[in-house]
């Protein structure tokens, strides 16, 4: 198994505990250059490791031989990664990828929330440009890539709890209206801090595909997806990133697949498609490491007694204490909304936990007037 040496100039308590983890890079093999292609898969595996360990990453260097020096690599962490090896590399297609294992020693002071699941929603996929699924009659990608997503989100993600799709209306989410009063009612609706939205901009083809007698070539299809993280509970957005891809379309002209078949998935194109969807719930993954865990007062149970939407599905338990945070919202022009948070002068515990919610009482008797339905509860 070859080995890649990792330096970084940063001070860790060696006591610290490691957290072991695995990283899937992944980039476009452009004009056959397979190396250009190990280099930047390999970048982006690495980046996700430092990601898990608290770091903020603005650069990478080169990877050359199969050694990755790192020593221009801006990282502003007390985090290191440590037993750095290659677990497995190679292409599907046109996308070259390659796994990275580490021990990942989160820093000390940043990534606490990194211990307790976030819940995410994955809202329906938009499609774009709908004239460009005739070929292969692909109408029904959308639901396809929801479903692909969702399923691949339960076996990597990490760091979250993805909630099963919603049934809400084809192209429910339209990106970039940032509809903040509907991310909220979904979100509300559906127990989640986290949405994610993905926006299916382009699955064209790069030539005319006519029907052919022998097909000794096929034509390259595109997959461009842009991708969007909200926070509903602070209605922002935390990450936007474009994905763009292309593999041979393996399919007469005329053939139709359907997007939930076997022969789509197993297809070059299928492979691509997935590879892409991994990388971007990966990247998510490493991203909500660092987000805080935050859930609202949804019943009032008496006098004295509340019911939050968290519980042990996001690790809490009997007996913690939660920041208490009184939150308003103020509806500016085109429904823009402006929060204000003020943190309580007291705490919650945690007395009853369930699966997914969990009974808090004060633990200042004197402050339970001032806790309201939507009140928020965090967990840094």
């Known amino acids: ?31 056959n250059d397979f190396e250009q292609a190990k280099s930047l898969a390999t970048q982006d595996a690495v980046k996700q490791l430092l990601l898990y360990s608290g770091a903020s990453v603005t650069s990478i260097s080169k990877v050359s031989g199969g050694q990755l020096t790192l020593d221009q690599i801006e990282v502003v962490s007390k985090g290191s990664l440590h037993n750095l090896t290659v677990l497995d590399e190679g292409n599907h297609g046109q996308q070259y990828y390659i796994i990275l294992q580490a021990d990942v020693f989160p820093a000390t002071s940043q990534c606490k929330a990194s211990g307790y699941s976030k819940n995410m929603l994955l809202l329906p996929p938009f499609l774009k440009q709908q004239h460009q699924a005739r070929v292969g009659q692909l109408q029904e990608l959308s639901p396809a890539v ?5 399923d691949i989100a339960r076996q990597v993600g990490n760091q979250f709890n993805v909630k099963p799709p919603p049934k809400l209306p084809l192209n429910y989410y339209k990106p970039g209206e940032h509809n903040y009063k509907g991310i909220k009612d979904v979100a509300d609706r559906y127990g989640a801090q986290y949405l994610l939205g993905l926006e299916i901009e382009n699955i064209s083809l790069d030539q005319v595909h006519k029907p052919k007698f022998i097909n000794l070539s096929y034509p390259q299809r595109y997959f461009v997806v842009n991708a969007r993280v909200y926070n509903a509970i602070d209605l922002e957005e935390i990450y936007n990133k474009r994905f763009s891809v292309n593999a041979p379309w393996e399919f007469d002209a005329r053939e139709v697949i359907s997007p939930h078949s076997a022969e789509f998935w197993l297809s070059a194109y299928g492979e691509t498609v997935n590879a892409t969807l991994q990388q971007v719930v990966t990247e998510v993954d490493a991203l909500l490491a660092c987000q805080p865990l935050q859930g609202s007062v949804v019943k009032v ?74 009140d928020l509860v965090s967990k840094q």
Do not use: C, F
């Not at 070859?2 to 004009?31: C, D, H, P, R």
């Not at 929801?146 to 969702?150: A, G, K, L, M, S």
């Open 1 to 31: 198994m070859k080995q890649i040496i990792l330096l970084v100039g940063m001070l860790i308590s060696m006591s610290t505990q490691a957290i072991w983890y695995e990283a899937k890079g992944q980039a476009t093999i452009v004009n």
């Open 146 to 150: 929801e479903q692909r997503t969702y």
């Open 301 to 374: 149970l008496g006098p004295d007694r509340w019911q939050i939407n968290l519980g042990k599905a996001n690790q809490l338990n009997r007996g913690m204490l939660l920041n208490l945070i009184h939150q308003n919202y103020h509806w500016g022009n085109w429904d823009i909304p402006r929060q204000e948070q003020i943190m309580a002068d007291s705490m919650v515990r945690i007395e009853q936990v369930y699966q997914e919610s969990a009974i808090v009482v004060a633990v200042d008797p004197s402050m339970t007037a001032n806790i309201q339905l939507g």
